[in-house]
């Protein structure tokens, strides 16, 4: 029986070290916003190698007389600051529906060019915390409501193998 125990915690050790030397292909969580429109999202990262990632959210955001549903897709270049820091930065797009309150006009449509930098600390534990900008330029904008915010966004995801 003892011996069984050990082996566990052995194999549970030997988990977590070679855990905390590779960077998870899969991260999930949640990102949260805040500026003209606050809110959150679902958040999906996906490592394309060591140094570059894929990010995915799908959110829904309120403001006092605006509101969006968006999905920003972001391809990110990571780089090490000091162990388990690292800053990454990045660009992509953002394709939502957004609707004004006063009006009570839908705009059936809206896109943005998105850039993205940021900061992110990986817990011995496999959970990161981020914390990033994120300036926005909308391009398509039917009626010109807004079209260029910048937003500070916390994340909190799960790493996954």
Not at 88 to 102: D, H, K, M, P, V
Not at 106 to 135: E, R, T
Request: include cysteine; charged fraction near 15%; glycine fraction near 12%.
């Amino acid at each position: 029986m003892n011996g069984k125990i050990s082996l566990v915690l052995l194999v549970s050790m030997l988990s977590l070290k070679a855990w905390s030397q590779t960077v998870p292909e899969h991260a999930f969580g949640l990102r949260f916003s805040g500026d003209i429109l606050y809110g959150g999202s679902l958040n999906y990262q996906y490592s394309a190698n060591e140094e570059t990632r894929f990010e995915f959210n799908f959110g829904m955001f309120e403001g006092s007389d605006f509101g969006a549903t968006e999905v920003q897709i972001t391809y990110q270049w990571l780089f090490n600051l000091y162990e388990d820091f690292d800053w990454y930065a990045g660009g992509g797009g953002n394709l939502g529906f957004q609707s004004i309150r006063e009006t009570k006009q839908n705009l059936p449509f809206g896109a943005s060019v998105v850039g993205q930098v940021g900061i992110q600390y990986s817990l011995k534990i496999p959970l990161h915390i981020s914390v990033d900008v994120c300036p926005e330029l909308q391009i398509i904008n039917i009626n010109g409501y807004k079209p260029t915010w910048l937003s500070l966004n916390l994340g909190v995801r799960y790493l996954l193998f």
